[in-house]
């Protein structure tokens, strides 16, 4: 399923609610300070980080594919008074008015898409969108699989009165030759009136720093850093979380 698929009903409600982690927009505000403005958040989702950096001073434009998110993000920039542009385009896809001197992803995004071409092609439209001497901040994760005890396991939360929220993963497959992970979830509504399910395949699909830096090279990017989350040192077959910054070749 495509990302503009996944995120969109009640799975935007449900992710802006159990999201297990909050983005710290420090990073973020680091990067574009230091590569410039204009900027580009590509998986902007409802606004996080990206309206922090807006309301810092900085000029930093968001993309998302899904428009179920793009209005949400539109809604929380109008509730705190912040002028942003935010487009819905799919990242593979992208075609934006203008260049940019900082782009990034704002957690592993980039993960998402499906497999290796369509990586590849998101790659060439990141190096399309940069301006000559632009970077971009791209961070990457390994996942483990899911443990079995965790599968058919609600999580919730309330939604309103009288409303609950709930993510369930069903089961799973692991492919690590085909670096894929495939997790069937369902997301649900409850409410008196009854319940709305929504059945979702959430698909990560994984590269090394290896396996990475052959896409860039064949989209026409150089990697200039590419560094393990944990360790701050240069990543390597055993990372399983990195942040890669890129460049035009």
């Keep these: 399923m495509e990302p503009a698929d996944f995120y969109s009903g009640i799975v935007v409600d449900a992710y802006a609610k159990l999201k297990s ?24 989702g409802d606004g996080e980080p990206l309206l922090e950096l807006c309301a810092a ?30 487009f819905q385009q799919r990242m593979e896809e992208l075609e934006l008015e203008r260049r940019y001197a900082s782009v990034y992803f704002a957690g592993p995004t980039f993960n ?11 790659l060439v439209a990141i190096r399309e ?7 971009a901040l791209i961070p990457l994760w ?4 899911t443990s079995a005890d965790e599968l058919g396991v609600a999580r919730t939360t309330e939604d309103g009165p009288g409303v609950e929220l709930r993510y369930t993963p069903l089961a799973e497959s692991y492919d690590s030759g085909e670096r894929t992970r495939v997790t069937t979830t369902r997301y649900e509504r409850v409410t ?25 090279s064949e989209a026409g990017l150089q990697v200039t ?19 890669a910054t890129v460049r035009r070749s």
């Design 21 to 44: 982690t909050s983005f710290d927009a420090g990073p973020y505000l680091e990067f574009v300070r230091r590569h410039g403005e204009p900027g580009l958040e590509i998986g902007c």
């Design 57 to 86: 001073g900085l000029e930093v434009d968001g993309v998302d594919s899904s428009g179920d998110m793009v209005e949400r993000c539109r809604e929380n920039a109008l509730r705190r008074g912040i002028g942003v542009r935010v």
């Design 112 to 122: 998402l898409l499906a497999d290796d071409e369509t990586a590849l092609r998101a």
């Design 129 to 135: 969108h940069l301006t000559a001497d632009g970077s």
């Design 142 to 145: 390994v996942p483990d699989p």
């Design 192 to 216: 008196a009136e009854g319940v709305e399910v929504a059945d979702r395949e959430w698909v990560i699909h994984w590269h090394t720093p290896e396996t990475f830096q052959r896409l860039c």
């Design 225 to 243: 850093r590419i560094v393990d989350d944990e360790t701050g040192e240069t990543a390597g077959g055993w990372s399983t979380s990195f942040t």
